[in-house]
């Protein structure tokens, strides 16, 4: 009976997280994620990524790696320089006094409500480059995590193989 539930519990994990899914549909998931961990849509990335891997049908754990390849020390750079670059290239200046605002904002608590007032004020004029900045930004990072990830998983592959071939 339990070798009946073992068989069971694992057979219907496989069918839910694709693990028998080819390297090339592995390697999409794993990019769909990188996709939604590093677009514009901060702090729905995971919901969106659990989401897309449904309806799509793609191996969710891949897709959760994907999402969470975005690292907490890597957010705050990654957001500002894409915000910047996309402003630049939109033609879009800092407004006047924007550093010296950042600087006091940071005077104030984050548990009052007129940090994330001011907060919301000063990035208000940022929010187009900051979406567009980061939509491409995900765009080139998801095209260079296919190739990445399908190289990882067919290497990954090929030892699994070789070392239960040997042992056949």
């Known amino acids: 009976m339990i070798h009946l539930t073992k068989q069971l519990i694992r057979r219907w994990l496989e069918q839910l997280l694709h693990i028998e899914d080819t390297p090339e549909r592995t390697a999409a998931a794993f990019a769909l994620g990188v996709f939604f961990g590093f677009s514009p849509f901060l702090g729905f990335h995971t ?4 989401v897309f891997a449904f309806l799509l049908n ?3 754990v891949a897709v959760l790696l994907g999402v969470y390849s975005n690292l907490p020390w890597i957010i705050a750079p990654y957001y500002a320089g894409v915000t910047m670059a996309a402003a630049r290239l939109m033609g879009h200046r800092l407004p006047p006094g924007f550093r010296s605002q950042v600087v006091a904002l940071f005077e104030l608590s984050a548990f009052q409500g007129e ?3 001011r907060l919301i004020t000063i990035l208000k004029p940022l929010f187009v480059p900051y979406a567009v900045g980061s939509f491409f ?3 080139v990072l998801s095209m260079l ?5 399908l190289a990882f ?3 990954r592959r090929r ?10």
Do not use: C, E, Q
Request: hydrophobic fraction near 50%.
């Open 47 to 50: 919901i969106l990524g659990i």
């Open 58 to 60: 793609v191996n969710r």
């Open 115 to 117: 940090f994330w007032h």
């Open 137 to 139: 930004g995900a765009v």
């Open 145 to 149: 995590a296919y190739p990445l990830a």
């Open 153 to 155: 998983v067919t290497s």
């Open 159 to 168: 030892i699994h193989d070789m070392i239960h071939h040997k042992h056949s």
